[in-house]
């Protein structure tokens, strides 16, 4: 599951650039190395995030609590 949230979005990112290269109007991301990072770091907080509640949940479930 975890591969195809990646491979999905992978493939929604490389769309959205493709449709805005076709459309000759500027990509909706960071011209700069700061809000490349900004981006990043964002992406990376909500990926761990989502990996701890899902452990925590997985950890609840097997002690039987709700």
């Known amino acids: ?16 650039g493709l449709a ?3 459309a000759k109007i500027p990509v909706p991301s960071p011209p700069v190395l700061s809000g490349a990072l900004l981006v990043f770091m ?5 990926w761990l ?7 925590r949940s997985k950890q609840e479930a097997s002690e039987g609590i709700k």
């Open 1 to 16: 599951m975890r591969l195809k949230k990646i491979l999905l979005g992978l493939s929604l990112s490389f769309c959205v």
């Open 42 to 46: 964002m992406s990376s907080g909500f």
């Open 49 to 55: 995030v989502d990996r701890y509640l899902e452990k």
């Open 20 to 22: 805005c290269r076709m």
